[in-house]
């Protein structure tokens, strides 16, 4: 059985795999990427001027469980490396268009940072976005995630308004960024 796929014809050397919701231990890796301050801090708004404790796998996983968005993890040489979402029934859009999947990447390993894997992530999701149907990506990012910023508009998406003092991080409000991109 094929578990995972490939980007065609990308040479991609990454794997996207359907979120298996009965393997705890798959959950556990993404919560122990929550205990980054720096990876928490980019993935989770912080709604209160306090420390927010890091996730745990099983919240995680019963978070994801609730939830009706797609989640594929990431595999590089067999080596979970990150996670990608599209949900295609978001509440909280910022445009609340027909046809619109809500995204989310995160590449939880360090090492793999600036190897071009998010941009393949965001092509691997844009993919399936137009396999449901969708016309429209939305997403948002946080104003200090500066890389993930310039990867969303090195990839054509275009900012559409802020939701201001959105999360809380280093001792300061930011916003979250929401960017669209047209199908």
């Known amino acids: 059985m094929n578990t995972g796929q490939k980007l065609p014809d990308s040479g991609s050397e990454l794997e996207f795999r359907p979120a298996d919701l009965e393997d705890i231990s798959l959950f556990d890796t993404l919560a122990s990427w929550y205990e980054d301050p720096e990876i928490c801090a980019a993935l989770t708004p912080n709604r209160f001027a306090a420390e927010v404790a890091p996730a745990r796998g099983e919240q995680i996983l019963n978070s994801y469980r609730k939830q009706k968005k797609l989640v594929w993890f990431i595999f590089k040489d067999n080596i979970l490396i990150g996670e990608v979402t599209l949900d295609p029934d978001f509440k909280y859009l910022k445009k609340d268009l027909p046809g619109t999947a809500w995204v989310s990447i995160a590449i939880g390993e360090r090492k793999?940072?600036?190897?071009?894997?998010?941009?393949e992530a965001m092509c691997f999701l844009e993919q399936q976005a137009r396999a449901l149907g969708c016309q429209r990506i939305e997403l948002?990012?946080?104003?200090?995630?500066?890389?993930?910023?310039?990867?969303?508009?090195?990839?054509?998406?275009?900012?559409?308004g802020i939701q201001p003092d959105f999360t809380y991080h280093d001792g300061v409000w930011h916003n979250d960024i929401r960017l669209e991109k047209w199908l």
């Open 112 to 119: 793999y940072w600036g190897r071009g894997y998010g941009t």
């Open 140 to 160: 948002g990012v946080f104003d200090f995630n500066k890389r993930a910023l310039h990867l969303y508009l090195k990839m054509g998406y275009q900012e559409i």
